[in-house]
């Protein structure tokens, strides 16, 4: 893997730090079971990412917090 522009510094918002820790984390168990080599790195950053972003939207979906309003026919917000 290659790192193409280097960045100097980075400005995370809380969200994206949350998303950040559980694609470092499924990222960590595709490489601790074997499925990194030296041509999938990308592709499997980019999944880990992938897989954050869907269990993040899913669990704000199901999860109502303290301040949101969900709409009792089940749509959504």
Do not use: C, H, Y
């Not at 820790?21 to 601790?32: D, G, P, T």
């Not at 993040?56 to 709409?71: F, P």
């Amino acid at each position: 893997m290659t790192i193409r522009n280097p960045i100097a510094a980075l400005a995370l918002e809380p969200n994206e730090i949350a998303v950040l820790q559980a694609a470092s984390r499924i990222f960590s168990a595709l490489v601790a079971a074997g499925r990194l080599d030296d041509e999938n790195g990308d592709e499997l950053v980019e999944f880990s990412v992938r897989t954050a972003v869907a269990l993040a939207r899913e669990s704000d979906r199901a999860i109502e917090s303290d301040g949101e309003v969900l709409s009792r026919s089940g749509g959504g917000r």
